[in-house]
C-alpha cells in the first residue's frame, strides 16, 4: 500500500512538490488555528513542525489535522509557559516602542526602533527553533547553539512578517511554510553535525595478497584474460 500511495503522489498533475506546498499551507492553517489563544502559538507551531516533519519523507499522509490536535494537545505542557514568556517579553518591547514614540523628542528614534524590531525578532526565532527542537525530541528545551541557522530562520519570518504586513490575509498560510523553515534549518544542523562513519571506520593497513589456489596465486581477472 505504501508504494501504491508513493507512485499516486508522483503521478498527480502538478508532481510532488507542489502535493507537499498543499500540505504545508494546509498545515498553516491549522497552525493559525491552534495559536488563536495567542499564549499557545508554540504549540501550535511544534505540532505544525511535527506535521512538516511527518509528511517531508514520505509524502503527505491522511489524518494530518487529527494527529496535529493530538500534537498540540501534549505540546500545551510547556508551551503555554513558553508562550506567555514570549508574549511578556514582546509586550515590553511594544511599550517600550510606544513610550518612545510619544515623548516625541527621543534622540536616535529611527535606530531605537530598528534595535526594538530586531530584539522582537529574535524572541520569535527563538521560540520557533524550540518549536523545532520540541517536534524532534518532545520536550521543551533551549534550542542548540547555530548562529547560521538563527540567521537564516529570522530571513524566514522577516519575509512572513513583510507578506503578513502587505496582506494580512496570508498570516495563516505563511505559519506552515515558518515551520517548514523550522524543521529544514534543525535538520540542516543535524545533518552537519552527525559523525561521517567513513571517517570514524578504523583504516586498515594490512594489504592482502592475492588469494591461493592449492598453495599457488591465482591470477587477476585481467591477468588472465591477457594470458
Known sequence: MAGTDSVARRD???GERFTLFAEVLWIGVLVAAGSLFVVTWPAAMAAGCAAV????PDGP????AR?????WRAALRGGSAVGAVGLAVLGFLGADLRLAAAAGDVP??????VVIAAAAGAVVVHQVRMAAGWSATGRWARPRRDPRGAAMLGGAVLV?????WQ?????????GVLALAAVAVDRRHARGSAPDPAAQSPQRLDVPGPPLVHGRERPCEGTRHAQ
Do not use: M, N
Open 12 to 14: 498527480t498533475p502538478y
Open 53 to 56: 516533519r511527518r509528511c517531508v
Open 61 to 64: 499522509s491522511p489524518g494530518t
Open 67 to 71: 494527529r496535529f490536535a493530538a500534537d
Open 108 to 113: 536616535f528614534f529611527g535606530g531605537l526602533a
Open 160 to 164: 512572513s512578517a513583510v507578506c503578513v
Open 167 to 175: 496582506l494580512l490575509l496570508l498570516a495563516p498560510l505563511v505559519t
